[in-house]
């Protein structure tokens, strides 16, 4: 008795006809607070469940108490489960329970808030992560054309000048500088912009 009220978690045992046989405090003060309290060697884990769905304790319960209450014991009569159960209150628990050689039960009960509200953490990390990875890849593509554009301009008026040709004009030789001119000043803003997105990602 003195081993069980040194758990932190819910601690129940359930004899071989599902009567309660003994449980800690913390168990007790659990049920017993939402008004379903429990008698040694009367109390059933069918009544235990029931008192929970009906006083609106389990969230999976809410407006399906009786299926919620089948479901369970049918879990519970194949013994060794471990499932997770969300309350009303926003809290989660993670029940295990043991069946023993005897045919009786041994049910735990620990707190798993915290976990679960880190799950959601990381899920929400990972999701703003893959966001910004997809932010980044299409940045890259439209960068690439970006890119591409004025240096396209500066090698085909660059080719242009490379011909020598009698048609090329001093007037068209300063069109085609001033084209090249612009279109490596665009490039170089580019380039400048890309070195800033760097820095910022860096630190």
């Known amino acids: 008795r003195n081993a069980i009220e040194t758990v932190n978690d819910g601690f129940v045992l359930f004899d071989r ?29 069918e009544e235990i469940m029931r008192s929970a769905a009906k006083a609106g304790l389990y969230k999976s319960a809410l407006g399906r108490e009786e299926d919620y ?27 295990t ?14 707190d798993i808030t915290e ?29 690439s054309h970006e890119l591409r554009t004025p240096m396209n301009a500066i090698l085909g008026f660059g080719r242009l000048l490379e011909q020598k040709s009698e048609q090329l004009t001093p007037e068209k030789i300063a069109n085609f500088a001033h084209h090249i001119v612009r279109s490596g000043q665009h490039l170089l803003d580019l380039i400048g912009d ?3 997105l760097s820095k910022i990602e860096s630190g």
């Open 17 to 45: 006809d599902d009567r309660l046989v003994t449980a800690n405090s913390n168990y007790y003060r659990f049920f017993e607070a939402i008004g379903a309290p429990l008698t040694q060697g009367k109390s059933t884990y």
């Open 69 to 95: 209450v089948a479901e369970r014991l049918a879990s519970y009569r194949t013994g060794n489960q471990t499932h997770e159960q969300e309350l009303v209150n926003g809290s989660w628990l993670r029940v």
């Open 97 to 110: 329970e043991r069946r023993m050689s005897d045919g009786s039960m041994v049910c735990s009960g620990v």
């Open 115 to 143: 976990l679960k509200r880190r799950e959601v953490e990381l899920e929400h990390a990972r999701i703003m992560a893959d966001a910004a990875n997809q932010a980044k890849s299409t940045f890259l593509s439209s960068m």
């Open 194 to 196: 890309v070195l800033d």
